[in-house]
Structure formats: C-alpha cells, structure tokens
C-alpha cells in the first residue's frame, strides 16, 4: 500500500546536538516530497521541498534534507539544534501527475534538552 | 509568505450544538482552500476541498452534512461542524493555495481551531 512512514514519534535531544528525522515513502513512483514543522498550537510551515535535481536540498532554519531513491527515504537533518526548534515535523508527499494535495505522515515530536 | 488566519482559535461547545470556524486568506486571493483535522499525536488528514463558488468536494467517510463547508468568496471559508458530539472534537485545519500551475502551487496552513465538544 501507498504509505509516508515517519518511524520515530518522539525524539530527544541535547540543545546543540545535531539532528536527523527519519522518513520513508513507499509508491511506484517517485513522489515529490516536503517536510513541514507545526509549533503547538500553530499551524504547518514549508520547511523544505524536494521535486528533482539535486538530492541535497536545503530549507529553512538550517534544516536540510537528503532524498535517497535507493533507500525511499528522504531523511531531514540539522547540524546543531536550537531549543526553538521543539515541534512537530510532518514529512509529506504529492504523488506526481496528481492533485497536488500533500500526504502527510504521523509527524515525529522533537524534545529539545537545554 | 502568505498568511492564512482561523478564527476561532479554540472553542468549547455542547453536544448537539453547532460550531462555525473561519479561515482567512489575509494577503493573497485563494480559489481553493482546504480542510484538514488532526487528532492528537497523529497526522492531518485531508477532510475536504472548497473551491469558491462551488460545492466542496468531501473526501471519503467525511460527512458532507455535518461538516459544512462554504466558500463565498476568494478569501473567506468555513466549516460549520453540525450537531457537534465530543467524537468531533480534533484540530481542525485550513490551508489555501496560491492557485498556481503544478508542483509551485504550494499550499499555506492556518494556524488551526481547537474544537471541545462536552
């Protein structure tokens, strides 16, 4: 079945630590994909996008992404966190040749420790 | 970038009442607006379509009747949750696009109503 997986649903970690959220697809094709960040009680912002070309793409608030065809992931990273950073990340994917209405996975808490 | 509002922010209600939330696109003009609702600690799930002008279009198992959805102008839509029960309580989301051609026609989130329904 058609699925975006966000395996982790908490994680923890030190203020200054580097970071890496995981997330998998699993379609025929390659979708196009986008990761988004939801502070409580807040609506989602665009973090990053990928539709093609270089797999490296790089967004907003120092988070970057890298896009693995051979692994269907499209994993989001961050060198050193910021306790402003805490949220909810939504990695989500638009099926090409579709309605352009993203598919979101279950989200993955980020706990950030001083 | 663009910046969609909901009004309210949070709302507690009676059972069997019925609850109308905004959703504002305050700096652009938005043909399609969307509706999502979100239960805790999971993901959005896409409950309609509205397009202005025109009925909106339900996504399945989503009740047209008792999630109601008007979009009487290019900046104005609501959902109104009919006879609401406290299973309708949730997160309710909107987002609107910009209307542009293909994959640029990226979508702008609302900050979200939270329903109570007693």
């Known amino acids: 079945a058609q699925s975006v997986t966000q395996p982790d649903i908490h994680i923890t970690v030190s203020e200054g630590a580097s970071l890496e959220l995981r997330c998998n697809y699993s379609?025929?094709?390659?979708?196009?994909l986008f990761w988004y960040v939801q502070s409580p009680g807040q609506g989602l912002q665009l973090l990053l996008k990928y539709f093609s070309g270089d797999t490296l793409v790089q967004g907003i608030k120092g988070f970057e992404a890298e896009f693995k065809r051979s692994q269907s992931s499209f994993n989001l990273r961050k060198p050193s966190v910021h306790w402003s950073d805490a949220a909810e990340y939504f990695c989500a994917v638009v099926l090409s040749g579709g309605s352009y209405i993203p598919t979101f996975g279950r989200g993955t808490s980020l706990i950030v420790h001083p | 970038g663009a910046v969609v509002s909901q009004h309210p922010s949070w709302v507690i209600c009676k059972s069997g009442t019925s609850v109308k939330i905004e959703c504002r696109s305050l700096?652009?003009?938005?043909?399609?607006m969307f509706w999502y609702r979100q239960f805790p600690k999971q993901s959005l799930m896409l409950m309609a379509t509205?397009?202005?002008?025109?009925?909106?279009?339900?996504e399945q198992g989503v009740e047209k009747d008792k999630f109601l959805i008007n979009h009487a102008s290019l900046t104005l839509s609501t959902l109104t949750v009919t006879s609401a029960h406290p299973e309708d309580s949730s997160f309710y989301i909107c987002?609107?696009?910009?209307?542009?051609?293909?994959?640029?026609?990226?979508?702008?989130f609302g900050p979200g109503t939270r329903l109570t329904v007693l």
């Open positions: 987002s609107a696009d910009l209307g542009l051609a293909g994959l640029d026609n990226e979508q702008f």
């Open positions: 700096d652009f003009q938005a043909t399609t």
């Open positions: 509205s397009n202005e002008g025109s009925k909106a279009t339900y």
């Open positions: 379609y025929g094709a390659t979708p196009y």
